[in-house]
Each structure stands twice: as structure tokens, then as C-alpha cells.
């Protein structure tokens, strides 16, 4: 088992930053591979940032790459996404999520995690 809890989301205007943090309990922290997902209203949930237990491999959404940057940190449990040059599209709740079954390999589909936040919220005005 699993608990996740984001922090960090906010309204800011674009251009701006932001840092998202996830910190994790339950299981051991160091084990599993972790991703960050979006959801728009009206859209469907995707994966921005993923990122296996050592941090050795990353994915990034085309759309975030060079502006975007996963971290994690796993004598803290946590897990980060610092977020520049935010862009109104960006605007959505962010979820960090759990994948228990992978180590190595990371995944970019919803399914693949089991794990989840409850989500914060990121505004970017113009």
C-alpha cells in the first residue's frame, strides 16, 4: 500500500514556476517507478513526467520537455516536478501516481500506475 500526497499547485501567470512535490508512505519508496499526470477539464488523463527508482531514466511529454524537470528524492520519500515558463495549456489538476510494478522500466499509460494523489490544481493566466 501506497499513500500519496501532492502539494505545491497555485495560479500563476504565464511565464511563472511552480514546484510540485509528492510525498510518499506506505511501502518503500526506493522500489517502484513514479509519474506525474494532467487532466484538463474535458480532456483525457496523461503523462507528462516519469521517472524510475533511481532516477537513471526520465520521460517527458513533447509539450514539456526542456521546460519541465522531474526529480525524486528517496531518503525523503518525496517526489518532485519544477515547473518553468508555464503556459495557459498547462492549466490542469497535476496527480502524482505510483507504478509498484516496475523498477527499472517506467510506463506513460494511467493503467500501468496503481497508485494515486488526490491531485492539485495548476492555473496559468495570461
Known amino acids: 500500500q501506497v499513500r500519496l500526497v501532492e502539494s505545491g499547485g497555485g495560479l500563476v501567470q504565464a511565464g511563472g514556476s511552480l514546484r510540485l512535490s509528492c510525498a510518499a508512505s506506505?511501502?518503500?519508496?526506493?522500489?517502484?517507478?513514479m509519474g506525474w499526470f494532467r487532466q484538463a477539464p474535458g480532456k483525457e488523463r496523461e503523462c507528462v513526467a516519469a521517472?524510475?527508482?533511481?532516477?537513471?531514466?526520465?520521460y517527458y511529454q513533447d509539450s514539456v520537455k526542456g521546460r519541465f524537470t522531474i526529480s525524486r528524492d528517496n531518503a525523503k520519500n518525496t517526489l518532485y516536478f519544477q515547473m518553468n515558463s508555464l503556459k495557459p495549456e498547462d492549466t490542469a489538476v497535476y496527480y502524482c501516481?505510483?507504478?509498484?510494478?516496475?523498477?527499472?522500466?517506467?510506463?506513460?499509460?494511467?493503467?500501468?500506475?496503481?497508485?494515486w494523489g488526490q491531485g492539485t490544481q495548476v492555473t496559468v493566466s495570461l
Open positions: 506506505g511501502r518503500t519508496f526506493d522500489n517502484y517507478s
Open positions: 501516481a505510483a507504478d509498484t510494478r516496475h523498477m527499472m522500466a517506467i510506463a506513460t499509460t494511467p493503467a500501468a500506475y496503481v497508485y
Open positions: 521517472i524510475n527508482w533511481i532516477g537513471s531514466r526520465t
